[in-house]
């Protein structure tokens, strides 16, 4: 890790006003290095491959002060399973329904046109998942089989 992704890491959480403790650091640079939107469970696994002392409630409540001070943000897919994912600019998910990858793809304008919908709510913000088939398992399903 070079000495500007540890300062950069070690400012975002400063900024938020969370202490620099060695488990945030090291979930936030597991996140920064592998933008694969891992579950709590992987990031524990991989946290702890490095610093064999974090608890899975330590792992679970660094994650939700991190959620909670927009330093990383919830992907919800199909099957219960939560997501991390440290890209905070506008952007959707793509999952592919036989595979479970999941990818960043471009945010578009999404209009919701339902005004007795949200006549007493205020809309803060939304979230888009598509599903279909990634290109390389769309490209397995139309390959004849050798």
Same mark, same amino acid.
Request: hydrophobic share 40%; net charge neutral; with cysteine.
């Given at each position: 890790?070079?000495? +500007?992704?540890?300062?950069?890491?070690?400012?975002?959480?400063? +900024?938020? *006003?969370?202490?620099? %403790?060695?488990?945030?650091?090291? /979930?936030?640079?597991? @996140?920064?290095? $592998? &933008?694969?939107?891992?579950?709590?469970?992987?990031?524990?696994?991989?946290?702890?491959?490095?610093?064999?002392?974090?608890?899975?409630? %330590? /792992?679970?409540?660094?994650?939700?002060?991190? &959620?909670? #001070?927009?330093?990383?943000?919830?992907?919800?897919? &199909?099957? *219960?399973? %939560?997501?991390?994912?440290?890209? @905070?600019?506008? $952007?959707?998910?793509?999952?592919?329904? &036989?595979? *479970?990858?999941?990818?960043?793809?471009? #945010?578009?304008?999404?209009?919701?046109?339902?005004?007795?919908?949200? #006549? +007493?709510?205020? /809309?803060?913000?939304?979230?888009?998942?598509?599903? *279909?088939?990634? #290109?390389?398992?769309?490209?397995?399903? /139309? +390959?004849?089989?050798?």
């Amino acid at each position: 890790m070079s000495i +500007e992704t540890r300062s950069l890491i070690e400012q975002r959480l400063r +900024e938020a *006003g969370l202490k620099v %403790t060695p488990q945030r650091y090291a /979930v936030l640079d597991y @996140l920064w290095r $592998h &933008r694969t939107h891992p579950t709590a469970d992987e990031i524990e696994a991989a946290v702890n491959y490095r610093f064999p002392c974090a608890s899975r409630a %330590t /792992v679970y409540n660094t994650l939700h002060a991190l &959620r909670e #001070a927009g330093l990383v943000q919830e992907i919800y897919v &199909r099957g *219960g399973v %939560t997501r991390y994912d440290i890209r @905070l600019e506008p $952007h959707h998910h793509f999952v592919c329904r &036989r595979c *479970g990858r999941l990818e960043d793809i471009s #945010a578009v304008v999404v209009q919701v046109e339902a005004p007795d919908l949200f #006549a +007493e709510r205020t /809309v803060e913000s939304f979230d888009v998942v598509v599903h *279909g088939l990634c #290109a390389a398992c769309r490209r397995n399903e /139309v +390959e004849p089989s050798s």
